[in-house]
Nanobody
Framework: VQLVESGGGLVQAGDSLKLSCLASGTTSTPYNMAWFRQGPGQEREFVGSINPSGRETYYVDSVKGRFTMSRDNAKNTGYLLMNSLKPDDTAVYYC????????????????WGQGTQVTVSS
């Protein structure tokens, strides 16, 4: 499975940005998707996840109410809509795929994307 993120960029605080994650090489096995981020000098942080149907999502507290995940399975694409962006959201954002039961926990990632940079200026 290959994952390619896009949509990152430089925005101002309060702006919105929508990231995309195109998955290729997938099989008929349903897969969950997740987003992580890694800020400068920080460890990679779990942001949230979405189940195969897209009906269930989970977000960490720091982004809850501001970020929204969705997916279009016909296009093999996942999305991360980020509203009310803050300078603290500055990071490289990574898309990930994981399998197995979906739940509100940090997943055991099977595949990673290469990341896309999001920079939020104050």
């Amino acid at each position: 499975v290959q994952l390619v993120e896009s949509g990152g960029g430089l925005v101002q605080a309060g702006d919105s940005l929508k990231l995309s994650c195109l998955a290729s090489g997938t099989t008929s096995t349903p897969y969950n998707m997740a987003w992580f981020r890694q800020g400068p000098g920080q460890e990679r942080e779990f942001v949230g996840s979405i189940n195969p149907s897209g009906r269930e999502t989970y977000y960490v507290d720091s982004v809850k109410g501001r970020f929204t995940m969705s997916r279009d399975n016909a296009k093999n694409t996942g999305y991360l809509l980020m509203n009310s962006l803050k300078p603290d959201d500055t990071a490289v954002y990574y898309c990930a795929v994981f399998y197995g039961p979906y739940g509100t926990y940090k997943p055991d990632v099977a595949y990673w994307g290469q990341g896309t940079q999001v920079t939020v200026s104050s």
